[in-house]
């Protein structure tokens, strides 16, 4: 398996340094303030991408196609991912499970179904866990795993995530999130970041800006129509690699799948 370059964008945010419960291999921040102050919380490793989250997020993909290796990029508030399962009794639990074992999970089924990236549910709410694995589902920035060939690059100032997946939707027709996977993040909590540009306008002009530009893909968000959209629903064939994924997930809820 080639190995999986786990890096984190991040802008304004030093403290998360030290409240990260892991060690990425590469911090990349948006510039020489950031770098400074960010070596000063401990980190070892830091690279200038942006300014800007897309530019981070493209730094990311070049460095690890340089190096042969899958782009694991994640958030600066990521407190850790838990396993959601059902018991015999179908009573539900959740078990930390290790970053890099996630992302070689999700890698192993990005390489079954032939797509680019993955990823796991955004929502921190294991209820919403119930389908296993999703082919035609937006993949969002808190834990996104790129195969770094891939043609498409970031370009948004926000909703940059939601951009990419409609790309590789468009080009590919899936991708792959493993919903049984949820994630544990202080993302309301914490200054700076994507929260500087994260305004009710800048919000709403890239949610019309990917109704105009994927009508066939998106559609206004029931109850937010104004900032956030939807994927359509589809009716496309599932290919039998797909339908292979669904079993393997599917099959055993406590799940004790050793991927390669």
Known sequence: MRRLLIT???HRRPHAVEQLPFDPDIWIVNDKRDKRDYRAAGASNVEIGGPGVSPNRNKAIEIALVEQSVSVQIDDDLRGIYRSWHDLSQHEHTTNTPIRDVAAEVW????????PIGGILASPNPYHSKQRVHTWAFIEGTFFVIDPRLPERFTWLTKEDWEMTCKVLSRVGYVVRLDYYVRDSDQLNQAGGLKEIRTFENESQHAQR??????????????????DVQIRATTRTIPPAARTAYQIANQHDSYSYSYP
């Open 8 to 10: 984190i964008p991040s």
């Open 108 to 115: 192993h089924f990005m390489k079954l179904v032939n797509t």
């Open 210 to 227: 990917l109704l105009r530009e994927y009508p066939n893909l998106v559609r206004p968000h029931s109850t937010r129509p104004q900032v």
